[in-house]
């Protein structure tokens, strides 16, 4: 409105009306129109730039400041609320869990793991006594003793932490330790080595790449036998028909081929990691797609095993 009435006579552009005034110095807090829009007032009355710079300053430099600080103020004072709700909420969950199995001296072991076996039914029960003793370990040396009820609140402390195995040595207990006998736990510590060798995924890339460029190349060869490149890929007559010949055993033998090598690493993979092996997604994914291929090879040569039989 200031801007309207002070520069209404000198500015035709920027402040022609209300609304124009308006926009001009809403643009003027981002600087993205400074210092053109004051430029023509100035040409006119030498005074007009106070007015432009007390209204940067007090807008761009006070009043934004201002209005940053109530919006954090009131995200921050949103999310103390959200936590706190989130752990009163945690707190009575456990509260309520803790009368239902408590009994005279607290929660016993033997009500522990049926709870979470309905709580956290993926861990295991190792992990679930690992859990318990870790309660304990605070309060008390005895680790078996009852839960108190303030133990029982740490529950979701302890229920993120990643749990290992280890020997009276310290060192990592892995899935081949105890196998009997000793040739096969020297084979599945020789295939957990080569899993972990940083050139065995190296390789298998490149045998997944060389994979790919030989089927897209049959596929080349497929599309010249139905007509598509005949003169580019055959060049000479009587190619194609001799494409027609090679090309059925050529596509099943290389098929079978990276089936096996795709099998095999697979093998070694489940030997070398053991169980684990199903706890990661891409695993499971390749396990899926290799068996699906090895099914569709079989079916593939199932009628020349027949005839041969």
């Known amino acids: 409105i200031f801007g309207f009435y002070f520069f209404a006579g000198v500015d035709y552009h920027y402040f022609s009306s209300y609304g124009q005034s308006f926009v001009s ?9 400074f210092p053109d829009v004051m430029m023509e007032a100035y040409n006119k009355v030498s005074l007009a730039p106070i007015f432009f710079v007390f209204f940067l300053v007090f807008s761009l430099y006070l009043l934004s400041n201002v209005l940053l600080s109530v919006v954090y ?32 001296d607290g929660v016993e072991l033997q009500e522990f793991f049926p709870f979470m076996a309905r709580f956290q039914p993926q861990l295991p029960n190792w992990q679930v006594l690992c859990v318990y003793k870790a309660m304990k370990h605070k309060d008390s040396d005895d680790d078996l003793s009852p839960l ?8 979701y402390d302890f229920l993120d932490l990643v749990w290992i195995r280890v020997d009276e040595y310290g060192n990592k207990l ?14 599945a510590k ?18 997944i790449v060389v994979n790919t460029l030989i089927n897209v190349a049959l596929y ?40 096996i090598i795709y099998v095999l ?45």
């Open 25 to 33: 110095m809403f643009v003027l807090q981002t600087t993205a129109n």
């Open 148 to 155: 108190t009820l303030q133990q029982f609140y740490t529950l």
């Open 265 to 309: 690493e697979i093998t070694v993979r489940i030997v070398g990691l053991g169980p684990n092996y199903f706890t990661n997604f891409w695993n499971w994914f390749d396990f899926i797609i290799v068996g699906i291929s090895f099914l569709a090879v079989l079916l593939e040569i199932s009628p020349a095993l027949k005839f041969a039989v």
């Open 174 to 187: 892995l899935w081949y330790t105890k196998l009997k006998p000793a040739f096969v736990m020297k084979t």
């Open 190 to 207: 020789a295939a957990r080595v080569l899993v972990n060798w940083q050139w065995f995924n190296s390789t298998i890339s490149v045998i």
């Open 73 to 104: 103020s009131n995200f921050q004072s949103h999310e103390k609320a959200r936590f706190k709700r989130r752990f009163l909420h945690r707190k009575k969950a456990l509260e309520v869990a803790y009368k239902t199995l408590a009994t005279k």
């Open 220 to 259: 080349l060869y497929h599309l010249d036998d139905l007509g598509y490149f005949s003169d580019a890929i055959a060049g000479v007559e009587g190619n194609v028909t001799h494409l027609e010949a090679i090309q059925g055993p050529v596509l099943t033998g290389f098929s079978i081929f990276f089936i």
